[in-house]
C-alpha cells in the first residue's frame, strides 16, 4: 500500500477522533505507530490491519467505511493534489490517469514492493472499465471516488461493478459511464 494514501487514512482518523483516535487506531491494529512517507509502498498486511482496526473504532460496516474513507478523499484530494484535478479538466481525463498515478508514486527503491492493482481494461467514448485485483478488497472505494470525480467536475455519468470478488468473481470490475442518460 502506498504511503499517500496511508497517510490519508490516517488523516482522516486524526480530523474525525483527534491524536488520541490515532494512537488507539495503531494500538487496536497492534501496528506500530508509522508516519508514512509518502511515496514508499508499505506492507498490505499494515493497511488490512489498521482498516480492521478503523471499522471497530468507528464501529462501522465495511461498505459504509469505504464510503466514508471515498467521500474523505474526493474531500481534501483537489487541496492536496491541485495540479492533478487541473490537468485532468474532467472526470474522464482524471479516472484514465489513475492507473498510471498509481505506478508512477512509488519511488524507485519501493519499485520491487509495488504490486499493480488497477488496470484500464476497456475504454470507449462513453466509458471506461477497470480491473481491480487487490488483497485489500476495496472496490468500494474504487466506486465511490468515481462517483466523488463525477460530482466534482459536476458531470452526469454513472458507476458500475459488473463484478466482484465479494459476489465470488475472480476480481473486480468497476465501470464508469459518462453522460447523462447512462
Known sequence: M?????NIFVRMVRTHHGEEGVDRLFDIAGVK????????VYPESDFQSLYGAALRLYGVDDDTAQKAFSDYFIEISPTLFPAIFKVSGSARGLLERVPL?????P?????????EKLWIIESGPRHLRYKY??????????????E???RYYREEGSVVEPRCVRRGDPWC????RFGSGV
Not at 107 to 115: D, G, K, V, W
Open 2 to 6: 502506498m504511503g499517500h494514501i496511508l
Open 33 to 40: 505507530r508509522t508516519e508514512y512517507h509518502t511515496e514508499v
Open 101 to 105: 498515478i498509481h505506478k508512477q508514486w
Open 107 to 115: 519511488t524507485a527503491a519501493s519499485m520491487t514492493e509495488f504490486r
Open 133 to 146: 485485483d487487490s488483497p485489500n478488497r476495496l472496490c468500494g472505494v474504487l466506486r465511490y471516488v468515481a
Open 148 to 150: 466523488g470525480v463525477l
Open 173 to 176: 470490475e468497476v465501470e464508469v
